[in-house]
């Protein structure tokens, strides 16, 4: 024997509130798939030697009248926190910024650069695999809609939410 039918008012809301959560996955992923703020934070660099006339504690100076010639061989007599800088950086898929030390703004760089042609693959594989999911939950949430503005009767609604939830599970 069939179950009573549930009412359309509660399937609706039903309905709504899964498409509001599903639609809020998408926006959340299609967010951290263009965004270069995957992982940000400071990091525990060495000091630069001073170039010119700069000055500061970000820095290293020597006294030597050829400190800062590259050909000349530099030996660091510093210990600890002295010789080291916090450098500010933010890193997404398609691009890593960091902090530029006696500068203003900062310095970015694509995926492409960074990454060894060794693990390109692996990265491009990444790459797919985000926008698979991607697609797959904006099909989901097509469904879902499609199941909330039409469909002619209980089973078909019941059939559109089911193909929906194996589509939203498969972008999982």
Known sequence: RMPASIPEPDRRHRASAAFSLSFLSL???ITAFSSSYWCEGTRKV???FCKG???GDLCIR???PEANNSQAVQYIW???DD???EKRFHAGIWYSCEEMINEDG???RSFISLT???DRGVLWLSIVAELLYVVLLLVGNILMSVEICYYSSGIDGLKINAFSAVVTVLAG
């Open 53 to 55: 006339d700069s000055k």
């Open 27 to 29: 926006v959340f992923s």
């Open 116 to 118: 060894p042609a060794s």
């Open 78 to 80: 510093e210990t600890g």
């Open 46 to 48: 060495a000091k630069p």
């Open 106 to 108: 900062e310095k970015c």
């Open 62 to 64: 020597f006294n030597s």
């Open 83 to 85: 010789k080291y800088v």
